[in-house]
């Protein structure tokens, strides 16, 4: 077959969607002998990784690259959509393909079979903690999914749900499909250079994701007060999102480092004394699988997939309950009989979720469609 494949996605690094969109390329790279795919990429100024580059052109793919920003293209896709299905056909020669797979920002208007990858419907369930420019571009392309994807891959069974509930897309149209997470184990000197590196000279709670409203921090810090330990800091890691950031910075014991490199983010994760994931809704949830997987304890919400992803290997509390946020850090500060138990489950639960176990499926129901 030949199979096309929207990638740029995959330069927003410090996101879930630029995780999930380097892990399932390179799994294309790396496991896929039989298919010949056509790799997209759409950027004004972001360049795409050279090594990815070199990969693509050596085991005979093929990569288009447009100089064109994905908001641009975006509005040309959706409010302009048979000017650019005229622009495509005739100038970019994708509709000579069997599939093409979308990203989670543009539908282009194919004529060939497609098949998406959603990621979550947080805009639907939690409109509030969404820009409105991604509110407006997702509403658009899930109006399309809808009527033009044969097939559409869940990243969990809550996605799944929220899309038959939502939308109204027949369930036997859509496929759940855990995304892989690759973590590579530091080494003690690593390690100990990350701490310095940073400064932690504390036993420290971890957590990771984008300085946003959906990522809950503003209860994690109020909860992380409540506790009135100042023997541990909250570690914060991630880029600043959208919207105001209003989380207040004066406690001498909570520390944001804001983007890290993977290195640096594996040596926290193996160092940290616990780490805790509060967001409101996640469709899949990468830094607490990454988390499992360098055998840090996790604490993490009870809603969306997160508590499918961890089943019975973390603990969990409702993200909205400040009192129970400081609640199940106080237990697992106090508890180091529970932090092992749950570092051991949660390192087995972790290789649940591999690329070769996703890649495999995608292009078994791919190429059976």
């Known amino acids: 077959m030949n199979i096309g494949i929207d990638i740029s996605q995959i330069v927003y690094e410090g996101t879930g969607v630029s995780r999930f969109t380097r892990g399932l ?6 496991l896929d002998k039989k298919n010949r ?3 997209l990429f759409s950027s004004l100024r972001r360049k795409l990784d050279s090594e990815i580059e070199s990969e693509i052109s050596k085991k005979g793919h093929e990569l288009i690259k447009w100089k064109i920003p994905l ?4 509005y040309l896709c959706y409010d302009w959509r048979l000017i650019s299905k005229y622009l495509i056909t005739h100038f970019a020669y994708l509709d000579k393909l069997d599939y093409f797979v979308t990203s989670d920002w543009v539908e ?3 004529k060939v079979k497609k098949t998406t990858v959603v990621h979550d419907l ?26 033009e994807s044969q097939i559409i891959f869940a990243d969990s069974n809550a996605t799944k749900a929220d899309l038959s509930d939502y939308l109204s897309i027949d369930k036997n ?20 250079l990350t701490i310095k590196k940073y400064d932690l000279k504390k036993p420290f709670i971890l957590t990771v994701g984008k300085l946003e409203p959906r990522k809950n921090l503003h209860r994690l810090i109020a909860a992380t007060k409540q506790l009135n330990n ?4 909250l570690v914060i890691v991630g880029p600043k999102g959208w919207g105001k950031n209003n989380l207040k910075t004066e406690y001498s014991n909570i520390k944001f480092l804001g983007m890290v490199d993977d290195n640096d983010l594996y040596c926290l994760y193996s160092s940290c004394l616990l780490f805790i994931y509060p967001s409101l809704w996640e469709g899949f949830g990468f830094p607490v699988v990454e988390a499992m997987g360098l055998g840090a304890a996790v604490a993490t919400s009870n809603t ?3 508590k499918e992803i961890v089943g019975d290997a973390a603990l969990l509390f409702n993200p909205q309950n400040t009192t129970e946020i400081s609640q199940s850090l106080n237990t697992l500060l106090t508890d180091s009989k529970l932090r092992a138990s749950l570092a051991k489950k949660g390192k087995k639960r972790s290789t649940d979720y591999s690329w070769k176990n996703y890649f495999n499926k995608f292009i078994k129901i791919l190429t059976n469609k």
């Open 108 to 110: 282009l208007p194919l």
């Open 304 to 306: 969306s997939s997160l």
């Open 37 to 39: 795919w056509t790799f």
């Open 71 to 74: 908001t641009l293209l975006a």
């Open 122 to 147: 947080v805009f639907l369930r939690h409109p509030e903690t969404v820009s409105p420019e991604i509110k407006t571009v997702q509403t658009k392309r899930l109006e399309l999914v809808k009527r």
């Open 173 to 192: 149209r859509i496929f759940v499909n855990y995304p892989g997470v690759d973590v590579r184990q530091p080494t003690s000197d690593q390690i100990n």
């Open 230 to 233: 100042e023997a541990i800091d």
């Open 25 to 30: 390329t390179n799994a294309i790279l790396n």
